[in-house]
DNA sequence: TCAAGTCAGTTGAAAGTTCAACAATGTAGG
DNA sequence: CCTACATTGTTGAACTTTCAACTGACTTGA
């Protein structure tokens, strides 16, 4: 993009080679890694990643039930697109809806059996997946610098976004 | 598979404490960090991230052209993908297709004035979310650390998809 | 009590991605 | 040359996400 300045009178800052390296890298990782994890779970277990972490919020909280709210800011998805989520697992019989009792605009959604079945047919060869991709490529160091990293981006954006 | 079984155990390895923080940080990072980038261009750019790495790719070689299955590589998409993208691109008319003069199968997506113009207009401001969200979040040290954790992945995917 | 405003969740359409199938061309071996 | 196979890129259908509009229920203040 080096050339493709506007002849603005504010130059922006463009990024300079180290971090470039570290904004390509990180970028490209991230597409690599996510993909194969994706096609891992789509081809063994049959469910995108957004049904998998959907399964996992909902399987690790009490009840196995979440308001949709909830579930929406656990899993970082608009309300839109968690709702026609949820609808697509409930056809295939792996979350119910329910009533809010204390909220009757709310809506529960609920683990079943099934669901979590399902779950625990998925869970192992992801993890291994996340182990061999991820976790083996680093070092302990690295493990912990990119829990640093990650926390600090997390914090960034959202001062930003605020 | 990353089984760390015992004698007759098919127990996966879970992941214990600290790579879970390092994996959860990292995902949750992935996740706002790049929400909040493809906000800021569909917003102040009115295009997805996808168009613009197409059209940062197409700007930064010669002739600003290039074969359709190069651009799929370089932009790590499917080759589905990027004629569906190639072609929404050629209605705006950032991009053309030519014919390839040395393969007949081939095409050659190359980028028009048009398109380098909405470049250039869009790349200041995503340069400075890159900069804002990505690049001030971290000191020099973990820019250096997450250049060489992002290689350390990809290389690990690359081994391990191969 | 009621009106205005907010919040929860859903919906349908538009936009984008994936998947499998396909036509056309190139390549290698007998 | 001819056949078999591989590669390039496109297509349409199915699927997922986004966007804006909407319903119904809660909340607040007069």
């Known amino acids: 993009m080096a050339d493709a300045r506007g ?3 504010t130059e922006p800052r463009w990024l300079d080679d180290d971090e470039q390296r570290a904004w390509r890298a990180y970028m490209w990782s991230t597409k690599v890694l996510f993909d194969a994890l994706d096609r891992q779970l ?3 277990a049959d469910m995108p990643h957004a049904y998998f972490e959907i399964l996992v919020r909902l399987s690790e909280v009490e009840g196995q039930a979440l308001r949709m709210s909830e579930l929406a800011d656990q ?3 608009s309300r839109s697109r968690l709702s ?3 609808a697509r697992l409930e056809e295939r019989g792996w979350v119910v809806r329910e009533d ?3 909220d ?3 809506q529960i959604a609920k683990l079943t059996d099934t669901g979590y079945a399902a779950l625990g047919d998925a869970a192992p060869g992801h993890v291994a997946a996340v182990r061999s991709f991820l976790i083996e ?3 302990r160091e690295q ?3 990119l829990a640093a990293i990650g926390e600090a981006i997390i914090a960034k954006v959202a001062a930003g976004a605020a």
């Open 137 to 139: 490529a680093l070092d």
């Open 84 to 86: 026609h989520a949820v």
């Open 42 to 44: 789509q081809r063994d």
């Open 75 to 77: 899993t970082r998805s």
């Open 143 to 145: 493990l912990d610098q």
């Open 7 to 9: 002849a603005t009178s």
């Open 104 to 106: 009757r605009r709310g």
């Open 100 to 102: 809010c009792p204390t």
